[in-house]
């Protein structure tokens, strides 16, 4: 079973990057048919999903996000990564990674993170 392990810093300060590592455990980031994400989630709002790179090294963004988002793989460490640019208080989050299979024969399987609190304050 696939396992996810976020890291990176709870607090940034305004205008700085936020940058967040997921670690990949019971599978490989290369492993067919998986895509894999960042998603957050505010205090107060619902899920909001920012960008994946899936298992051939193709990336996509949500729009309202991508001017200042980049997501990243390292295969050898078999882990992924976000930095967020120019963070501001709004983009204080939890902030989870996710793997999402789907061979599109019936296999179908999602699995998340415990997710990490960033917090952007001064």
């Known amino acids: 079973q696939v396992q996810l392990q976020e890291s990176g810093p709870g607090l940034v300060k305004p205008s700085q990057t936020l940058s967040l590592t997921c670690t990949v455990s019971?599978?490989?980031?290369?492993?067919?048919?998986?895509?894999w994400s960042w998603i957050r989630q505010a205090p107060g709002k619902g899920l909001e999903w920012m960008a994946a790179i899936s298992y051939d090294g193709e990336t996509v963004y949500n729009p309202a996000l991508k001017s200042r988002t980049s997501v990243s793989r390292d295969t050898s460490k078999n882990e992924f990564s976000l930095e967020l640019s120019s963070v501001t208080p709004e983009d204080t989050a939890v902030y989870f990674c996710?793997?999402?299979?789907?061979?599109?024969?019936?296999?179908?399987?999602?699995?998340w993170g415990q997710g990490t609190q960033v917090t952007v304050s001064s």
């Open positions: 019971g599978g490989s980031i290369t492993a067919d048919y998986y895509r």
């Open positions: 996710n793997a999402f299979e789907d061979d599109g024969m019936g296999t179908v399987n999602d699995y």
